[in-house]
């Protein structure tokens, strides 16, 4: 049993029907160090530590109070950041501008039984794309700066997914404006995204997240696009969220027609269920299964999951950005990043051509 | 013998918390550092979800660990004063 297996293993913890196996006696010492150091790498302590207490993952009183100690460093920094989001979200609120609270403290609060079983290290949040730029206002209000420069004045607010703003604290705060950057984030709708929502309650103060379904959605994005190796905690929230949430799936369908998105969200219901080995079915984990990519889509998917670069990505976009001037805009705010020096206007451009060359034979196939 | 009433008390409303391995973790607000209550300060606040009178605690506590109520209220006060300090409960007027 690797590190890796054991890991996968405690983060599936809770969810039913997974034939993923814990191990029957503590681990060594090396081994549960490597354990441990993944665990809270992976942020998914807060599985550990139920594991432990229900007597599933048997341990040494030393590894018990090491499993502690991690999980409760991760909590005080779930907190804080909680701290901080109700800040910024009351800050929004009295400018008037609308928002939706992603993934970390969201999920913690809406899918799971116990908030403190989802960890998180930083916070989402998700705006509209006409109050974008008011949004970072608010954001350099409270000290924060990005963390990279926005290619182009306007172009986060117009094409891109967003931007990460650190403030004073080291704080991070991605600020959205849909899910992803490149083709699958500009197809959502990002009207639909607003027309529901849900609520939770973090100290006092009742704070929006996405309805059930689009945070579904979200969520199957994060998972299959996030990261070029998936990652355990994403895959989690999808499992969760499909077998322990009530979902309207005919408006789940919907909204994958709608949104183009039917191979993000097999994809990462698929990849759920194959990390996880999870046996239970329900319907949208069969439809997942017999789901068939076809080559446009893989395409597309790899954009994300392999070393292609963000130019790659950003070229695959251009189609689906409406209008020539939109077009020529897009493309001007890449080819001539604001306050990038000449000299390398010259590599960008090489890039995106670049990135063409390897999206668009991939495209061709289909 | 359960000596003046205080009155009742409630968690500080801008407290965020988890529960953790032993106890739970509060973070206080303008604090930067968590506090993990444990035993009876966990218990303390799970009861004060909603205001109770101090006394309430006291003979709650009491009937839970089966000892004397002066005992619970020599314990009790320090403690409820201790949170109070750190805006964990507040007084409910």
Redesign the interface.
Known sequence: MTTGDVVAAVARYGLAGSRLSLPAQPLPSAAWAATLERVEEQRVSGFLVEAIEDGAFPVTDDQAQQAADVHIRSMHVALALERFLVDVVRALEFRGIDYRVLKGSAYAHLVYDDPAFRSFGDIDILVPSGQYDKAVAVLRDQGAHRRVPELHRGFDRRFGKGGTFVVPSGHEIDLHRTFVFGPFGLNVRLADLFATSATFVVGEHELLALGAEERLMHACFDAALGARRPRLVPLRDVAQMVLHTALDREKVERLCVDWQAEAVVATAIRLAWETFALADVVPLSVWARQYELDHREEAALSLYTSRLSYSAQAAAALPSIPGLRAKAAYLRALTFPAGAPKRRLGDRLRRISHGARVYLPRVGRA | MRGRSRGRWVRG??????????GI?L?A?GAD??V?LSGSGAAVWQLLAEPLQEEDVIETLARACAVEATVVAADLRPLLDEMAARELVVPVR
Request: hydrophobic share 45%.
């Open positions: 409303p801008s407290v965020l918390w988890r529960y953790v391995p032993g973790l973070l607000p550092d968590p993990l």
